[in-house]
């Protein structure tokens, strides 16, 4: 214990002792305020440098392939009406050998290769070109295969803020959106076939497994899924399903506490290549 000669020297020690912790303490608080700026404006480059890379990535798969398509007119649809979205894929499997698909929905972004590995997680936080970022990529369910469709086809995208991947898909909870009856179309371009899907339910919901049931054990099972289905639908759309037809469905999150947007139809028309 340090000795004073006299109390004024004690009260002196003290003083500056104070102003010491006082420096030290007012240092600690502007380190604290630097980096809850800081650290928030690094995320947002971060996230802004990733959904530039997915921007330029796409742009240059757009110059590599050949798209042929009609757009679906404002009428009901009638499938002997719409056009296939054929595509190339030549050049798309020599820059991934991933890709399994094309996909393309009308008054969204979504205008996609889409790709496949044998789980569902690579492609979360990997681009089209195999390199790592948090905008992920358009990919399908590893349960699923493109070549002999199951009851449930799913394919599953990050809502990206500035729209891109399957951020779009928040428009299509909006009555805006809904109101079109063109926009109730997906086409799906693969190696094999064109296909082209009805949208019949259009919902948002708490993370579950039970919308991504790929296979049913038998017709009264997917006919109760079904029903589940249609219930959930927020939109207009009444399109009649049975247990007979093949379904795609599209998968996104709506925000951080689990919610996720779902869009699901029934395959109306298809062609080989």
Not at 24 to 51: H, M, R
Not at 153 to 175: A, E, K, N, Q, V
Not at 213 to 222: A, G, L, M, Q, V
Request: aromatic share 12%; hydrophobic share 35%; net charge positive.
């Amino acid at each position: 214990m340090k000795k004073y000669i006299s109390m004024q020297d004690f009260f002196k020690d003290q003083s500056k002792s104070k102003k010491k912790k006082s420096k030290v303490l007012k240092a600690g608080l502007y380190l604290i305020c630097l980096s809850l700026v800081v650290f928030p404006f690094g995320i947002l480059v971060k996230w802004s440098l990733d959904n530039f890379e997915i921007r330029r990535i796409n742009k240059e798969i757009r110059k590599s392939i050949i798209i042929n398509k009609n757009k679906a007119n404002d009428k009901m649809i009638n499938s002997e009406n719409l056009s296939f979205y054929q595509v190339s894929f030549s050049n798309l499997l020599q820059q991934n050998n991933d890709t399994i698909a094309f996909i393309h929905m009308d008054s969204t972004n979504i205008d996609y290769p889409v790709v496949q590995t044998n789980n569902n997680t690579y492609y979360l936080n990997h681009t089209f070109d195999k390199s790592k970022n948090k905008a992920g990529w358009v990919f399908m369910d590893y349960r699923n295969n493109i070549d002999n469709l199951s009851d449930n086809t799913i394919i599953y995208g990050h809502s990206r803020l500035d729209g891109t991947m399957f951020g779009s898909l928040r428009s299509t909870l909006t009555s805006y959106w809904q109101k079109d009856k063109a926009n109730y179309v997906i086409y799906l371009s693969t190696l094999k076939e064109n296909m082209i899907f009805q949208i019949f339910s259009i919902y948002s919901i708490k993370s579950e497994s039970y919308y991504i049931t790929t296979s049913f054990k038998n017709d009264k099972e997917k006919e109760k899924w079904i029903k589940t289905m249609k219930k959930r639908n927020i939109s207009p759309v009444d399109v009649e399903v049975t247990s007979k037809d093949k379904f795609l469905t599209l998968s996104t999150c709506k925000n951080n506490r689990g919610q996720r947007i779902v869009i699901q139809a029934k395959l109306i028309k298809k062609q080989k290549r």
